[in-house]
Nanobody
Framework: QLVESGGGLVQAGGSLRLSCAASGRTFTNYAMGWFRQAPGKEREFVAAINRNGGSTWYADSVKGRFTISRDNPKTTVYLHMNSLKPEDTAVYFC???????????????????WGQGTQVTVSS
């Protein structure tokens, strides 16, 4: 089970930290990813982190502003979002990926377990 938290309303330029608490599986067997879906748009990749937290991947639209991290003892993955823009407004989802091939980490169809999502709204 994956449960996201930390979403909310923030002004442009502000920051938020999303958390995703995992349970029911061996957390270190999974890479983790964050995706988002804005109204009327397809769900898109945001960031991913490998099993031990040593490697990360980002969408170009968030590179340099967002940071993904994980705390394996706490079975939690985080998304630190800085310099937020109105176009970052979306429902943010975390998901787990059992593949060890990092080529799959940006592909939402390679993720097998999803949280319910948390709303992030950035006002201009």
């Amino acid at each position: 089970q994956l449960v996201e938290s930390g979403g909310g309303l923030v002004q442009a330029g502000g920051s938020l930290r999303l958390s995703c608490a995992a349970s029911g599986r061996t957390f270190t067997n999974y890479a983790m990813g964050w995706f988002r879906q804005a109204p009327g748009k397809e769900r898109e990749f945001v960031a991913a982190i490998n099993r031990n937290g040593g490697s990360t991947w980002y969408a170009d639209s968030v590179k340099g502003r967002f940071t993904i991290s994980r705390d394996n003892p706490k079975t939690t993955v985080y998304l630190h979002m800085n310099s937020l823009k109105p176009e970052d407004t979306a429902v943010y989802f975390c998901a787990s990926n059992y593949y060890s091939n990092s080529d799959y980490y940006t592909d939402q169809y390679r993720y097998d377990n999803w949280g319910q999502g948390t709303q992030v709204t950035v006002s201009s």
